[in-house]
């Protein structure tokens, strides 16, 4: 498989066969409804109530820092199935032109027009995207060094990057803003898009029944290229805080599904008779953030790190089995995971022990260690790893950070701390390495540790002419960072959703992180047959 110069619709059709040859990261059991048709003709229920637990900040798609409700007024220049395959939506075809991966391409569909009237054309696709750009974001940083965005005719846009960047196709989906194209009336008012949608997705927005805070409600988009995709006449997301409440809604039927349920907190009896999905969503590690100097210079000592955490604990105790055990840098599922590391960093007390005493630590050192309530609630998972630290002779000095992000970034930067605690969302290795990782500036290198070997498989990776080179660049990437003990991967945290067995899930296999609800082809969508 190759990077495509250019994919057609035809060709991404066949990726659809074979979605049930990709690697599960996500899984849904069981599907009661699913040999049933929903409830009229026209392949349509009249109403699908999600509960969800947390207000959301925007209805802006590129303000949103997560995309899963925006979606259903916004579709994106690219979609990305449950299986992890990219098919057409607002672009047809889609590709690199020439070698070096700095200048990427796509055709626009004919005929998809924007909710308050504009049509989707080269020109009004350029303005969404410079708008994006040109607005302060969550996003900004995962979409690549962009030089300039242009129509080159009616219905092609070309983007063009100041350095090679491969992930121009994952860029462009529904899961990082970009892609979520506005029309030009919306462009022109963007407050406005707080109360009136303007994309070209399956549903609008309805004002008049959205609450905020409390409530966000969307109808059906009659115009929308591809009504037979369209499954529900209207939506309704209701913001559910407590998952008690969630799931109470859910077994009363006022809700079709109740998002991120910890199954560990109502137990298993709780959800009989009921489906799961559940996506494992957050990759968790302890990451090191100065190598230069002291204990953590030593390969050694940071692979007894690794050592002296059991994370079949962690995963057992601490998270009730609501988690997977992480050994490498690549969450299983997404490109870079590398089969043959699974098992590379087993629980061996004796082993780290061992590695400190030959590291000239043999009584051991003190780690001061950072951790925040963003990611780690009360600081207990930290708390956790002081102690499992401490069994191999690691004193660990724990700082729980209060506070916002900001905060959480200036003690990250300051130079008190040897290593942090993080939660990051389960990405491709690229997009985590060059986002978070090892690229000296980002989130948790802010001190500029610098990896040569590593650095150059990441420009490596960046202009791979061909799918399969880019992929095996990133599994040497990941067993890199594993053979140096780069950081502490721990686990890979799951969200779980429980669904009414009403609902009839897609047949296919889930890869990515966060399940789509909504989708171009009526055979990858959620139905409900009552």
């Not at 916004?74 to 200048?103: M, R």
């Not at 029309?183 to 309805?206: I, K, M, T, V």
């Not at 002779?393 to 942090?420: C, R």
């Amino acid at each position: 498989m190759s990077y495509p110069r250019r994919i057609s619709a035809i060709a991404a059709a066949a990726a659809i066969a074979l979605s049930a040859l990709s690697l599960a990261a996500c899984t849904a059991d069981p599907s009661p409804g699913e040999e049933t048709d929903p409830t009229d003709a026209a392949g349509r229920s009249p109403m699908l109530t999600v509960g969800s637990q947390y207000p959301v900040m925007s209805l802006n798609p590129v303000l949103t820092p997560v995309s899963n409700v925006v979606t259903f007024a916004y579709d994106p220049v690219i979609f990305k199935a449950n299986d992890g395959s990219y098919l057409p939506d607002l672009a047809t075809e889609w590709g690199y032109v020439g070698d070096g991966n700095t200048v990427f391409e796509f055709t626009l569909r004919d005929g998809v027009t924007f909710q308050q009237g504009g049509e989707l054309d080269a020109d009004a696709a350029v303005a969404s995207l410079e708008y994006f750009l040109a607005t302060p974001n969550s996003n900004g940083r995962s979409v690549g060094a962009i030089d300039s965005v242009e129509a080159v005719d009616e219905r092609t846009v070309r983007i063009t990057y100041a350095a090679p960047f491969p992930n121009a196709v994952e860029s462009l989906t529904q899961f990082y803003g970009m892609g979520l194209l506005i029309g030009p009336d919306g462009l022109a008012d963007p407050d406005g898009l707080e109360a009136e949608s303007d994309g070209a997705g399956q549903y609008a927005l309805n004002p008049d029944e959205t609450v905020s805070g409390s409530t966000v409600a969307f109808t059906a988009n009659e115009d929308y290229f591809a009504p037979d995709a369209i499954r529900f006449d209207e939506v309704t997301i209701s913001i559910l805080t407590d998952a008690n409440a969630r799931l109470s809604a859910l077994k009363s039927g006022q809700i079709d599904i109740a998002q991120q349920i910890p199954v560990a907190q109502v137990g298993q009896s709780a959800l009989e008779g009921l489906q799961t999905l559940t996506g494992y969503t957050n990759w968790k590690s302890i990451q090191f953030l100065d190598t230069s100097s002291g204990p953590l210079a030593s390969a050694d000592v940071r692979r007894a790190i690794n050592l002296a955490i059991d994370r079949e604990t962690l995963v057992s105790a601490f998270y009730s089995g609501q988690a997977k055990v992480q050994e490498q840098t690549t969450p299983e599922g997404q490109v870079g995971f590398d089969e043959s590391l699974v098992g590379s960093t087993p629980f061996d007390l004796d082993e780290a022990k061992s590695l400190l005493a030959s590291a000239g630590y043999a009584d051991g050192f003190e780690l001061d260690l950072l951790t925040s309530t963003i990611s780690d609630q009360g600081g207990l998972l930290g708390q956790v790893l002081v102690d499992q630290l401490a069994a191999a002779g690691i004193t660990v000095n724990l700082t729980v950070a209060n506070g916002t992000f900001e905060e959480l970034m200036g003690a990250l930067s300051g130079g008190e701390h040897d290593a942090v605690v993080y939660g990051l969302f389960a990405n491709d290795l690229y997009t985590m390495v060059t986002q978070s990782i090892v690229t000296p500036g980002t989130l948790l290198n802010p001190n500029g540790a610098a990896d040569t070997t590593a650095e150059g498989l990441i420009a490596d990776a960046a202009q791979a002419a061909d799918a399969d080179v880019f992929a095996q660049t990133l599994r040497d990437l990941n067993a890199h960072l594993n053979d140096v003990s780069f950081g502490v991967p721990l686990v890979t945290e799951s969200s779980t959703d429980i669904v009414s067995d009403a609902i009839v899930l897609p047949s296919t296999s889930y890869t990515i992180p966060q399940p789509n609800v909504v989708a171009p082809d009526p055979a990858l969508a959620i139905s409900k047959t009552s």
